[in-house]
């Protein structure tokens, strides 16, 4: 049984090597190379998330207590190698919260096309009962997507999120793309706590358009960004806490008139056919 491979050359870029060489003085790439194995694997997996200071649990941790001196690093110091790369931690936080709602479906589950008794006495007519089905089909619709796509939602929060930062705080000399890579590091961090709540909603029996989870996403949305905002201007121009939440605030607003606006958008269009 092969338990490694002695290379002459190198295995990834093909550069000549001594076999005294513990790795590739051209690509960095290991000279003794193993056999896939179980432990392999698992040693693999530990040392690529815990390892050094690229790690994705140092990314996060440093992210979940201090956002804005990460960023200010980031982006003013340009400390590149010192995190793990925030557009791949995005991705990866991204398709964990796939995995959540696909799992749990944790908005659509709980959506009940019923209309209460009052609604029920209102709806006597059977005009009336056909377009309150029709509108309450389409608003199952519009929680549907947002559940089945709940990365895009994510996606499409950053730019309107970055440039309402930008607009507010453009005189201090971040241009729009650093407000980008900022809002990127921010709402990873807001998108996996909000994941990592399904399940423990789920046990608690906690429905995610109840107020407990509206707090814990509002609060989220707006105090993280708001923190990360003044960690960093304290190192750069320096901001009061109450600027902060009042920025994160309005930022919050425009993305949720935004995403309204889409909403009714999409309703009306719906009444518009059911009255064709």
Not at 6 to 24: I, Q, R, Y
Not at 108 to 121: A, F, G
Request: proline content about 4%; some cysteine.
């Amino acid at each position: 049984m092969v338990q490694s491979v002695a290379t002459k050359t190198c295995s990834n870029c093909g550069t000549p090597v001594e076999s005294s060489f513990a790795h590739c003085p051209r690509c960095a790439q290991s000279t003794h190379l193993h056999r896939f194995t179980l432990g392999h694997l698992a040693h693999d997996v530990f040392h690529a998330v815990t390892h050094a200071d690229k790690s994705i649990l140092k990314l996060a941790r440093d992210l979940a207590i201090r956002p804005g001196v990460v960023a200010y690093e980031y982006i003013i110091q340009g400390k590149r190698k010192k995190y793990f790369n925030p557009f791949t931690f995005l991705l990866l936080v991204l398709g964990f919260t796939l995995l959540m709602y696909s799992t749990f479906h944790p908005i659509t589950k709980t959506l009940s096309m019923k209309p209460s008794q009052e609604q029920s006495r209102m709806l006597d007519m059977p005009e009336k009962r056909q377009a309150y089905e029709a509108a309450m089909q389409r608003n199952k619709e519009v929680l549907a997507f947002s559940e089945r796509q709940a990365k895009l939602v994510t996606v499409t929060a950053i730019p309107i999120l970055a440039f309402v930062f930008w607009l507010c705080f453009r005189k201090r000399g971040l241009n729009y793309a650093e407000h980008l890579v900022f809002n990127v590091l921010l709402m990873s961090i807001i998108s996996l706590l909000g994941s990592l709540a399904i399940p423990i909603f789920e046990v608690l029996n906690i429905s995610m358009l109840s107020t407990p989870s509206m707090i814990l996403l509002y609060g989220s949305m707006i105090g993280y960004p708001a923190l990360g905002y003044y960690q960093f201007f304290r190192f750069y121009k320096p901001i009061s806490i109450a600027g902060a939440v009042g920025v994160s605030l309005l930022a919050v607003f425009v993305y949720n008139l935004t995403t309204m606006l889409a909403t009714i958008g999409y309703m009306a269009w719906g009444a518009v056919q059911l009255l064709k």
